[in-house]
C-alpha cells in the first residue's frame, strides 16, 4: 500500500515523524502498526528506514534500537516508553524483512490461534535465518531449531534467533526442549546471563528490567552470568538473575518437610551466620507502613520477631509460634539491624507452612518478598515505585515463579531462598529490609501470608565477627 494524504492515518504518522505526537496519540499509532502488516511496511517506506538505521531515525526514536540486532548483557531496552515502543515495532519488521538474507537456521512450528504478532506475522513452516526477531503480544509460537532442539515462546515476548542452537530473550516467557546429541549445548541467552542446555527441559522468563530466572523440569542446565563461576541446576531447582553494578543470584529449593530442614544444596537454618542472637550483632524488628492500618501489623498468632535469628527453623509444618507472619491482606515489614555497616555475602530465609485447615492446598507456602538495603544511616521513608528513597533493592523472591505452581498441591510446604552474588559480597549494608507479601488467594479470601521460620545473614571473612 502507499502511504499519502488519502489514508485517514496520515495527520498521525506525520505528527509522530515530526516529534508533535502525544502519548494518545502515540498509542493509536502503535495500535496501527500492530494490526496492520501492510500499514506498517508502508510506514517503514515513509521513515526511509535504510537512512534512518544510519542516524536519523535512531536519533528522533530510540538510540537503543540498533542493539536488538546484536543484544547486550547488562543493556535495558530503551522501549519502556510509547515512542520507543513504536521504535521496537519498526526494528522488529525490519529484522523480519532484512533477515531473510543467508541460510535457514530454524522454522516456525504450531501457531496457536490467538497469537498476535508485533513484528510481521508467520505460520507453520516459514524458515527462520541469523538475526530474526519475533514479536508476539499474546499467544504462543513454537520454534524448531536446526540442531532439534524446541522452544516455545508465549507471549508477550520478543525472541532473536542466534543460530541453530541458541536464541536472545529480550522479556517473556520461553519453554526449552533440548533432548538430543546435536542439541546438547543449546543456550537461551538474556540481558543478565545464559542458559545452556545439558540435555534437558527448562523455562526461563525475563523481565523488560533485565530480571531473567530459571526453572529446570528435568536434567541440568548450566548458568553463565559475567564474573561469576558457571552454577549448575538440576531437576526442580530454579535460578533468577538480579540485575546490576553486582549481579546477585537467587535460589530455590524444595526441603525434606522435617525439622532438620534439608535440602539440596542450601544449608540448613544455623548459628554460625553474623546475624545469629548469639552473636549478639544484629537486631530485627517490625516497622510499621501505617500504625492506624492493622492489616500490616503482624498477626496475633506470630511468634516474636527475634526466633527469626535463633538459628533453627519450626519443629512442625504448622507452628505458628515458632513462626513470624503478618496479617492477612497487606505487605509487612521485617527490618534487620547488623549493628554496623557490614559485607554481606549471603542471605537465606527458610518458611515451613501447609494449612491446617486444607493441608492439599498449601495455598500460605509462598515465600514472596523484596529485599531493599542500606549503609550506616537509615532511610525515613520506605522504597516506592520510582523512588527508592535511599535504599538499594537487592533481590525479589517469589518462590511460585521459580516452583512453576499451576495447582496448589505443586507448591512444596518447606522452602529455601538463597541470595548471593559470584563477588566477594552482595554488597555493604547496616541495614536489611525485607518487604514481605502475602500469597493471592481464591476469590472471597484476602492474601494471606506464609510462616517464615528463620533468616541467615553471612559476612564476608574481613567482617565475620562483631566489633
Known amino acids: 500500500m502507499k502511504l499519502d494524504e488519502s489514508d485517514p492515518r496520515w495527520n498521525l504518522v506525520q ?70 515502543s513504536i521504535a521496537i515495532l519498526i526494528a522488529g519488521a525490519w529484522l523480519t524483512i532484512r533477515s531473510f538474507e543467508g541460510s535457514s537456521i530454524a522454522e516456525i512450528g504450531e501457531v496457536t490461534r490467538d497469537t498476535r504478532w508485533l513484528s510481521l506475522p508467520l505460520v507453520e513452516g ?41 536464541g536472545f530473550l529480550s522479556y517473556g516467557e520461553a519453554y526449552s526442549l533440548a533432548d538430543n546429541e546435536e542439541s546438547k549445548g543449546f543456550t537461551i541467552e538474556t540481558h543478565s546471563g545464559d542458559f545452556v542446555d545439558q540435555g534437558t527441559e527448562f523455562l526461563t522468563t525475563a523481565s523488560p528490567d533485565g530480571f531473567s530466572q530459571l526453572h529446570v523440569t528435568s536434567g541440568a542446565v548450566d548458568v553463565d552470568v559475567p564474573g561469576m563461576e ?73 511468634g516474636p520477631f527475634e526466633l527469626l535469628l535463633d538459628g533453627k527453623g519450626q519443629t512442625g509444618e504448622d507452628h505458628p509460634s515458632e513462626s513470624v507472619f503478618f496479617r492477612d491482606g497487606a505487605n509487612g515489614l521485617i527490618l534487620l539491624d547488623l549493628g554496623r555497616e557490614v559485607s554481606v555475602s549471603k542471605i537465606h530465609s527458610y518458611s515451613w507452612h501447609r494449612n491446617r485447615e486444607d493441608p492439599d492446598l498449601r495455598r500460605r507456602a509462598v515465600q514472596r518478598y523484596t529485599l531493599w538495603g542500606c549503609g550506616a544511616e537509615r532511610p525515613d521513608s520506605l522504597p516506592l515505585s520510582g523512588d527508592s528513597a535511599g535504599w538499594t533493592r537487592i533481590a525479589r523472591v517469589n518462590t511460585d515463579a521459580f516452583f512453576r505452581v499451576k495447582e496448589d498441591p505443586d507448591r512444596p510446604a518447606q522452602q529455601a ?43 564476608s571473612e574481613a567482617s565475620s565477627l562483631p566489633r
Open 15 to 84: 505528527r509522530y515523524a515530526d516529534g508533535h505526537a502525544g502519548e494518545a496519540e502515540v498509542t493509536d499509532l502503535e495500535d496501527e502498526l500492530a494490526k496492520d502488516p501492510g500499514f506498517r511496511q508502508a510506514f517503514l517506506a515513509y521513515l526511509n528506514l535504510d537512512a534512518a538505521l544510519e542516524g536519523s531515525l535512531l536519533q528522533k526514536a530510540a538510540p537503543e534500537v540498533a542493539e536488538f540486532s546484536q543484544p547486550k548483557r547488562g543493556a535495558i531496552p530503551a522501549w519502556l516508553g510509547l515512542a520507543a
Open 126 to 166: 516459514d524458515e527462520l535465518r541469523k538475526g530474526i526477531s519475533l514479536q508476539l503480544a499474546s499467544g504462543s509460537v513454537e520454534i524448531r531449531f536446526q540442531s532439534g532442539a524446541l522452544t516455545r515462546l508465549h507471549g508477550p515476548a520478543q525472541f532473536e534467533v542466534l543460530s541453530g542452537n541458541s
Open 417 to 459: 531462598c538463597a541470595i548471593f552474588s559470584g563477588e566477594s559480597a552482595i554488597g555493604t549494608f547496616r541495614y536489611l529490609l525485607f518487604e514481605v507479601a502475602p500469597t493471592p488467594m481464591p476469590e472471597g479470601f484476602r492474601p494471606r501470608h506464609t510462616f517464615l521460620g528463620e533468616i541467615d545473614v553471612f559476612a
Open 230 to 302: 558457571r552454577q549448575r541446576l538440576r531437576k526442580g531447582s530454579g535460578l533468577g538473575i538480579e540485575p546490576g553494578e553486582v549481579p546477585v543470584l537467587i535460589r530455590i529449593e524444595q526441603g525434606n518437610e522435617t525439622p532438620a530442614f534439608a535440602f539440596p544444596t542450601i544449608p540448613p537454618p544455623g548459628r554460625t551466620d553474623y546475624a545469629d542472637a548469639s552473636r549478639g550483632a544484629a537486631r530485627v524488628q517490625w516497622w510499621p507502613t501505617d500504625q492506624t492500618d492493622e492489616n500490616n501489623h503482624p498477626s496475633p498468632k506470630s
